[in-house]
């Protein structure tokens, strides 16, 4: 292999901005989770108006993708890097995972909490939906947050290399 000092340079710096790609959607899933969710989801259905002034959507699109394309390019200039090319695939499919059960669940239900069209008969049954759906983020956002900071000890072990 041809790991030069300019090569791991280079794969330093694409760790860099992809964590902190990483932890800028982290800091805009906390700031999500602590102030504008307990507001929508505090008295169900009255408090899911709140959510038809919120548009998030096109927000949360463009960070994604931002960060998609960091994450991407930071495993192609880390390529050469056995174990640290190894441990992002890794991260990618968790990161795929999590990607899909948002894209399969988290956004279908604030579509439909948003649009007031949900299939729920009582209003228990929407307190309780709601309920999950806050808890369920809780964790989504918890393992976000894990991921990213997996990316840390690869980004330590660029710098070694370097060091050698």
């Not at 760790?15 to 008295?43: D, H, M, R």
């Not at 960070?63 to 390019?73: D, G, K, L, Q, V």
């Not at 990607?99 to 669940?105: D, Q």
């Not at 809780?138 to 000890?153: E, H, K, N």
Request: charged letters at 15%.
């Amino acid at each position: 292999m041809d790991i030069n000092q300019q090569y791991l340079e280079r794969s330093e710096w694409a760790l860099v901005i992809t964590i902190l790609a990483y932890f800028l959607l982290n800091g805009a899933q906390i700031f999500e989770t602590a102030v504008i969710v307990p507001k929508w989801t505090s008295n169900p259905p009255f408090s899911l108006g709140l959510l038809k002034g919120i548009n998030l959507k096109t927000f949360w699109i463009i960070t994604h993708s931002i960060h998609e394309i960091t994450f991407i390019a930071a495993i192609a200039l880390c390529w050469k890097i056995d174990a640290v090319r190894n441990w992002l695939l890794l991260l990618l499919i968790f990161h795929i995972i999590i990607r899909v059960w948002t894209l399969i669940y988290f956004a279908p239900n604030i579509i439909s909490f948003q649009s007031g069209a949900t299939e729920i008969r009582s209003g228990h049954e929407l307190v309780e939906k709601v309920r999950l759906w806050k808890q369920l983020n809780l964790v989504r956002v918890a393992l976000y947050i894990t991921i990213s900071l997996g990316f840390l000890p690869l980004l330590f072990k660029v710098i070694k290399l370097k060091a050698l």
